[in-house]
């Protein structure tokens, strides 16, 4: 499929699933407007690389999408440097574990603003840019962890089943107009994010990493495989297809059958 002339805002987007799915846009022609911290040089020209000569427009806007004020700015940004948005993806996302009871209060703030409060942000900002075209897909990347829970994960638990309750009502909230709203959950994808967990269990038992990988898997994911960033880019290209027009307000496991058992 072609995405050339539309233009697409994906968070937490400079490493991990967020830059496979940029990679993804940008190869279907989307322009592509990445988002994360630092110097984001390098990627910039990985994704430009990506889309060729022929290929759309990157760019990058370093919003804290904890901060409400700057993704108004980033918003302001893809307005005035793109003619606006059409693809939203959300996402930006952190973890921390820790029992209930000894959970840090700032970090489960800080949880809820970054993988919640902002995927509710950039929707109510980017959605009257897209009623104004007619046209306009949103999707979240929630988790299986917004279907089913696991210990030790309050704050990313809670803030991706909200995430997918308000995908539910941004897709109701749409259903008579080309704009779709949709989640996509994942299972385990061998991130930055992940690997931290990966490395904190090695760390706690023999030091093998590799061996911590699969027992990681085994717990939870039956293909004994890591879901791969380019397969969920494929995934957000087909909801932004016409084929995927009247999926609305669904949560789309990803997940080498966790949620099967």
Same mark, same amino acid.
């Given at each position: 499929?072609?995405?050339?002339?539309?233009?697409?805002?994906?968070?937490?987007?400079t *490493?991990?699933? !967020? =830059?496979?799915?940029?990679?993804?846009? +940008?190869?279907?022609? %989307?322009?592509?407007?990445?988002?994360?911290?630092?110097?984001?040089?390098?990627?910039?020209?990985?994704?430009?690389?990506?889309?060729?000569?022929?290929?759309?427009?990157?760019?990058?806007?370093?919003a804290?999408?904890?901060?409400?004020?700057?993704?108004?700015?980033?918003?302001?940004?893809?307005?005035?440097?793109?003619?606006?948005?059409?693809?939203?993806?959300?996402?930006?996302g952190?973890?921390?574990?820790?029992p209930?009871?000894?959970?840090?209060?700032?970090?489960?703030?800080?949880?809820i603003?970054?993988?919640?409060?902002?995927?509710?942000?950039?929707?109510?900002?980017?959605?009257?840019?897209?009623?104004a075209k007619?046209?306009g897909?949103?999707?979240?990347?929630? *988790?299986?962890? !917004? =279907?089913?829970?696991?210990?030790?994960? +309050?704050?990313?638990? %809670?803030?991706?089943?909200g995430v997918?309750g308000?995908?539910?009502?941004?897709?109701?909230?749409?259903?008579?107009?080309?704009?779709?709203?949709?989640?996509?959950?994942?299972g385990w994808?061998?991130?930055?994010?992940?690997?931290?967990?990966?490395?904190?269990?090695?760390a706690a038992?023999?030091?093998?990493?590799e061996?911590?990988?699969?027992?990681?898997?085994?717990?939870?994911?039956?293909?004994?495989?890591?879901?791969t960033?380019?397969q969920?880019?494929?995934?957000?290209?087909?909801?932004?297809?016409?084929?995927?027009?009247?999926?609305?307000?669904?949560?789309?496991?990803?997940?080498?059958?966790?949620?099967?058992?």
């Amino acid at each position: 499929m072609s995405l050339h002339g539309k233009t697409a805002l994906v968070t937490g987007s400079t *490493s991990g699933i !967020g =830059l496979g799915i940029a990679l993804s846009l +940008a190869k279907s022609g %989307a322009n592509v407007i990445l988002n994360g911290f630092g110097d984001a040089s390098a990627v910039v020209a990985e994704v430009a690389a990506v889309a060729g000569k022929d290929g759309g427009k990157v760019g990058h806007h370093p919003a804290d999408v904890s901060k409400v004020e700057q993704i108004a700015d980033m918003v302001a940004y893809a307005e005035r440097e793109f003619g606006g948005i059409d693809i939203l993806v959300n996402n930006a996302g952190i973890q921390y574990v820790s029992p209930v009871e000894e959970f840090p209060v700032e970090r489960w703030d800080s949880i809820i603003s970054i993988n919640l409060s902002s995927v509710f942000h950039s929707t109510r900002l980017s959605l009257p840019g897209m009623r104004a075209k007619g046209w306009g897909r949103i999707i979240n990347i929630a *988790s299986t962890h !917004g =279907l089913v829970g696991s210990t030790g994960k +309050a704050a990313y638990v %809670a803030a991706k089943h909200g995430v997918i309750g308000l995908t539910k009502v941004v897709g109701l909230e749409t259903a008579t107009t080309q704009i779709t709203c949709n989640a996509i959950c994942p299972g385990w994808v061998l991130t930055p994010l992940v690997q931290q967990q990966i490395d904190t269990r090695a760390a706690a038992a023999d030091g093998d990493v590799e061996k911590a990988k699969r027992e990681l898997l085994a717990e939870k994911q039956p293909s004994l495989e890591f879901v791969t960033p380019p397969q969920l880019g494929e995934l957000v290209l087909f909801l932004c297809s016409e084929a995927g027009s009247q999926v609305r307000g669904a949560a789309w496991n990803i997940d080498g059958g966790w949620l099967a058992q």
